[in-house]
């Protein structure tokens, strides 16, 4: 049977991992009901379960931890279209965060399928137990084991109103099990239990997920398997703007650019990267270009680096990305660890701005190598070497980044507003 669903392989997950289980069910579930990949919307969230969003050639949106079933009934809601299938993809965790999100949208009976990967511990962050974890199970942060037992999620579901609910183990092939939940209208839910092999299985050695499930009091069964109560988007003839006035940005100035120019923005997360990229298109929408902006940090936030991947352009954008940026600017050394290999592979019609302090890399790029943070300090090294490039690039009004930085929390800082009245 060849892919039709799953588009990069091999799969990123530990190996003998249950997700994996699941992800190759699903493409062959998916087939067994002859889908259209452009028939079906997964959404999944934060957690080892959610990297399989990119393997997958159907519609994709990837969330905050345990979000994804409120995005999901939000999708299905707006779609209230029975021929169209979301399928959510929830660990045990975030379905221990948003909890509240499942009972509702079992209550409320969206046409959905939720598929919790629940392998009773948080994969991702280290192992630590989660709502679901049986009791005596042991986790990396709970050697002792669990003292008491964890949620029966099929149960509340079932009691909260879901069509079809049902409890089944992430061994063989679980594509029929799939398929059914799948082919169901209204709410289902669909809960796989699993093992994980990196945190799981070495925390109870010899531990079998059957022998578990059995001890747990986790039966393999049907909880719910009845009419589902549909849910009906109420249509309004007449609903007001979600936009604020307050937010629109007026077109004071004009702009030299004639074809549009991609940025990459790299510096290091807490030094203000992001707020002087949100300023920067900010003047460039007063001088009435078209602009994108796409930020890129660890999960862990506040460590590490923070960059931003912005698009200023006279015409419509099509694409929110820089792939091939044609102006870098780095400001710290996590900066350019994370830039390193993008500004290795500048050629020379690119421009590449530099803080002074740091080790130039190999590149063909054309450099202007200053003293960002010397002179403006860590904090606000990023806004202060956009400034330095406008006032060389000069393709929109110096006034504009002047008059969206004197509007901004950043100008109250005495020593960097000297800086830029003083030089530009």
Do not use: W
């Amino acid at each position: 049977m060849d892919n039709q669903f799953i588009i990069n392989e091999p799969l990123p997950f530990c190996k003998g991992c249950g997700h994996t289980v699941v992800s190759k069910s699903t493409e062959k579930a998916l087939q067994k009901l002859q889908l259209n990949p452009r028939d079906v919307v997964l959404v999944t969230d934060i957690g080892c379960h959610g990297i399989i969003d990119k393997a997958f050639a159907t519609h994709t949106v990837h969330g905050l931890h345990g979000r994804s079933v409120a995005l999901g009934s939000g999708i299905s809601a707006g779609l209230d279209n029975p021929d169209k299938k979301v399928i959510v993809f929830v660990g045990d965790g975030g379905a221990t965060i948003g909890m509240q999100h499942l009972i509702d949208a079992s209550h409320n009976g969206f046409n959905m399928t939720v598929v919790i990967h629940n392998n009773m511990l948080y994969g991702m962050t280290g192992g630590q137990p989660s709502e679901f974890t049986p009791e005596g199970f042991k986790t990396p942060t709970l050697p002792e084991g669990a003292q008491h037992a964890g949620y029966d999620i099929c149960a509340l579901a079932s009691e909260a109103g879901a069509a079809y609910v049902k409890r089944i183990s992430a061994i063989g092939d679980i594509s029929d099990e799939l398929a059914e939940a799948f082919s169901r209208k209204g709410f289902s839910l669909l809960e796989i239990m699993e093992i994980c092999p990196s945190y799981g299985v070495k925390s109870n050695p010899g531990l079998k997920l059957k022998q578990l499930m059995k001890n747990a009091g986790l039966d393999e069964k049907v909880y719910a398997d009845k009419e589902p109560r549909a849910y009906k988007t109420e249509e309004r003839s007449e609903t007001s703007s979600l936009l604020s006035s307050k937010l629109k940005i007026e077109k004071n100035y004009d702009s030299k650019l004639s074809k549009p120019i991609r940025m990459f923005l790299s510096g290091s997360a807490g030094e203000g990267v992001q707020a002087a990229a949100e300023l920067f298109i900010r003047a460039g929408m007063k001088s009435g270009l078209q602009v994108t902006k796409k930020g890129s940090y660890p999960v862990t936030v506040g460590v590490g680096f923070s960059a931003s991947h912005l698009i200023l352009s006279p015409d419509e954008i099509l694409y929110s990305d820089s792939p091939q940026p044609d102006v870098m600017i780095v400001s710290s050394k996590d900066g350019l660890s994370f830039a390193r290999k993008q500004v290795e592979k500048l050629d020379e019609n690119k421009l590449l701005f530099i803080d002074d302090s740091l080790e130039l890399p190999e590149t063909k790029a054309k450099v202007v190598s200053l003293p960002f943070r010397e002179e403006a300090g860590a904090r606000n090294a990023m806004i202060y070497a956009l400034f330095h490039y406008l006032n060389q690039s000069g393709f929109m009004p110096m006034e504009a980044l002047k008059e969206v930085f004197g509007n901004s929390k950043i100008s109250g800082n005495k020593k960097l507003s000297e800086l830029v009245s003083g030089k530009f």
